[in-house]
């Protein structure tokens, strides 16, 4: 039977990760039980100016200063926070979007299949494990949700193995509730999950015959089914623990006047699958992490590309995004803060990163890419901080998540000759560290 170092070399193997001799990077490890990481990545990019506090030019703590406007719903939090600048992820190709290239920190684009785990599937692996892969949610206009319930742009599990995101709320919550829901949404359910099984019997039996090469290929997608019918098993079987926490359905979810709606049932969807320890990754694209976009339930009639050509820094409609994306943070905070955990509350126990899927802005080189960090996973993370990393790429901050999970590797998705030219240090950003 394998060991769970051996497990963990294994994932880390698959996902061009490599995994440090003896000891390195293990010493001084502070207590504390990392638990669950959220990322949450806004499209058009994340001007660093919309996130650090006027007047800093330098690294300090954020004890008294101000945050900007765009970020001031989290002015309560700075002391969990820390916001961090500097790192590039010019290799990535950002353009309009790095796709799987903003978590991979590898090169993207639109059609660029993933070469390597993203982060936060990687992370996925050496969390207290869950029922639940990680979930991912994509928010966009209410017409694009509906034409594409499921896509995949921003997360994999190893090369060529894209990780589907949910965008249609209604399928999201029937597939996570289904089997304690009333009414059409039970019948739905149950007849979906007939289907899925006979499905997956007929495939099992089509596949006999089949050349070696086509029958791997093949088995991949018949243990597709496979884990989906067996995730449906599992959660039918704690339908206590999806009652206490299951989200109330409304008109937001049958009848939503503006995207919005959708968007904030999304999330809270999300936040009832992190209380009920569904699953341990939680990753939010505003925007699914392409170039579109919509926000008509907050007065901005602008959508998609032409938002990326606007300044961010003191652009009211930039501000109302901003706004919107940090109010959804603290409802997260908040919602993780009121369930108690070990001797805190699951929040103490968490980290939620928020940035964007192309850095600085829309058609960038990829030379400054901001990230804010909310929280410190179990005391593993330095918090209440504004920090100004020189030329670092993303792939060493990725790095630090890993170390600070207890699953240290030397670099994250990055070998010996790209870390020369682009910067890349052997281990962990001490400095993020607690």
């Not at 999806?242 to 959708?262: H, I, M, N, V």
């Not at 955990?341 to 928020?354: C, W």
């Amino acid at each position: 039977m394998l060991t769970r170092r051996e497990m963990i070399a294994g994932v880390a193997a698959s996902a061009g990760l490599s995994l440090p001799c003896g000891n390195a990077f293990s010493a001084n490890k502070p207590s504390g039980s990392p638990k669950r990481i959220v990322f949450f990545l806004q499209n058009h990019g994340f001007d660093p100016l919309t996130c650090i506090p006027k007047g800093l030019n330098e690294s300090c703590a954020l004890d008294g200063v101000t945050l900007e406007k765009p970020m001031q719903a989290l002015e309560p939090y700075k002391s969990r926070m820390h916001i961090i600048t500097g790192l590039h992820g010019r290799h990535t190709s950002p353009g309009h979007s790095a796709f799987f290239g903003a978590l991979g920190a590898y090169r993207g684009g639109t059609g660029v299949p993933p070469s390597a785990a993203t982060i936060d599937y990687a992370l996925s692996q050496s969390l207290p494990q869950t029922i639940m892969p990680p979930l991912c949610i994509g928010m966009e206009s209410i017409d694009s949700m509906k034409a594409r319930p499921t896509l995949a742009t921003l997360t994999a599990s190893g090369p060529n193995q894209p990780v589907f995101m949910h965008c249609d709320p209604n399928m999201l919550y029937q597939m996570i509730f289904g089997s304690i829901a009333e009414g059409d949404i039970k019948k739905h359910y149950q007849a979906r999950s007939d289907v899925m099984l006979e499905v997956e019997r007929v495939a099992k039996l089509k596949g006999k015959g089949l050349p070696q090469g086509d029958s791997e290929r093949y088995g991949m997608y018949v243990n597709g089914l496979g884990e989906v019918n067996g995730l449906r098993k599992k959660l039918s079987g704690i339908s206590g623990q999806l009652k206490k926490y299951a989200p109330k359905l409304d008109e937001r979810y049958t009848r939503p006047k503006f995207e919005t709606e959708w968007h904030d049932v999304l999330l809270e969807i999300g936040i009832a699958a992190l209380q009920a320890n569904l699953t341990n990754v939680l990753t939010i694209a505003s925007g699914c992490g392409e170039y579109f976009g919509s926000w008509k339930g907050l007065g901005i009639s602008d959508t998609g590309h032409g938002l990326g050509h606007i300044d961010q820094p003191g652009n009211g409609i930039w501000t109302k995004i901003r706004q919107y994306n940090c109010e959804m943070l603290v409802k997260l905070m908040k919602a993780l803060e009121a369930i108690p955990e070990g001797s805190g509350s699951m929040m103490d126990n968490t980290l939620i990163v928020y940035s964007s899927n192309n850095g600085k802005e829309q058609h960038t080189d990829g030379s400054n890419w901001p990230f804010v960090l909310l929280g410190n996973a179990g005391g593993r993370f330095k918090t209440g901080q504004y920090t100004h990393i020189k030329e670092r790429p993303i792939n060493d901050l990725y790095t630090t998540f890993l170390q600070g999970v207890g699953a240290p590797v030397d670099r994250f998705n990055m070998d010996k000759n790209l870390a020369a030219i682009h910067h890349s240090k052997l281990g962990p950003i001490e400095e993020l560290l607690a």
